[in-house]
């Protein structure tokens, strides 16, 4: 679970910093669409969750699962569902 102090959205330049990249790469990768963003006018933002997800798939490993969408949806963290439940 993300912790209270952490941003839900980031800056392209803390975007940057948890990839380890540049930020003109982090940009060219916003323009090429590869990386998940949302623009607010001129301001580009970068959905902390969007961007753990892309970090995920971009290395070949499984999405991360949302604990909180999951246990709304009646799945465990690990995608599965809880014991005793059929598949919907």
């Known amino acids: 679970m993300m912790a209270p102090d952490e941003p839900v959205m980031l800056t392209v330049s803390q ?4 990839l380890q ?3 003109n790469h982090l940009y060219s990768l916003i323009a090429q669409n590869l990386v998940p963003h ?3 006018g001129k301001l ?3 959905p902390r969750w969007s961007l753990l997800q892309y970090i ?3 290395s070949g490993v499984p999405l991360p699962v ?5 246990f709304a949806a009646g799945q465990s963290v690990h995608g ?3 014991v005793g439940e059929e598949e919907r």
Do not use: C, G, M, T
């Open 21 to 23: 990249v540049s930020e």
């Open 66 to 70: 949302n604990p909180e969408v999951a």
């Open 56 to 58: 995920a798939a971009a």
């Open 15 to 18: 975007a940057a910093k948890l």
């Open 80 to 82: 599965h569902h809880p």
């Open 44 to 46: 580009i933002r970068i």
């Open 38 to 40: 949302v623009r607010f």
